[in-house]
């Protein structure tokens, strides 16, 4: 299955700081990050992980964000998620890839596909591409997660990590 991905800051400013950018690359076939998403990574330290993958790899992934969507809009959402959403709403078979809660729910409700940062690794573990998520997941606010206890607990229950009940 092709896998088609239009991603936001967060998950990227994320992966960064556990070393795990190339998980994009490996995992998705098409990629789109808009300029609103490259603009608010480039704000960064200029020798931050993801503010250096934008300048290397992953520069021939950024284009112009879309048209004005009035319906996403609507959401008042970040420049970024406005065009990550809008994006996605605009090009049916892109899933957005982005962990803000307010601009999931607007996702939701606009019937688009989604995955968060700790989908990405979830999935990068099924596919062989990370033999553990404890690692990363163990330490989530180290690694720019904001992820309540519970929802560390789900993960690595989902990813059969979990110590037995």
């Not at 936001?8 to 998705?28: H, M, Q, T, Y």
């Not at 607007?106 to 700790?118: F, I, K, N, P, Y």
């Not at 596919?127 to 789900?154: I, M, T, Y």
């Amino acid at each position: 299955m092709s896998r088609r991905w239009v991603i936001n800051a967060s998950p990227v400013i994320a992966l960064g700081k556990v070393e795990l950018l190339s998980l994009f690359d490996r995992l998705c076939q098409e990629i789109v990050i808009p300029q609103a998403v490259a603009d608010e990574i480039q704000r960064g330290p200029r020798d931050d992980p993801a503010c250096r993958w934008l300048r290397e790899a992953a520069a021939r992934w950024v284009c112009a964000g879309p048209a004005l969507d009035p319906v996403v809009s609507a959401w008042d959402l970040g420049a970024g998620e406005t065009a990550v959403l809008a994006w996605a709403r605009s090009h049916p078979g892109f899933e957005a890839i982005l962990d803000d809660r307010a601009a999931r729910n607007c996702a939701a409700a606009l019937g688009l596909q989604v995955r968060g940062t700790v989908g990405v690794i979830l999935l990068a573990k099924l596919e062989g591409l990370l033999r553990k998520v404890a690692p990363v997941l163990d330490e989530p606010e180290a690694a720019g997660f904001r992820l309540h206890p519970s929802q560390v607990a789900a993960a690595l229950r989902l990813a059969n990590e979990a110590p037995p009940d």
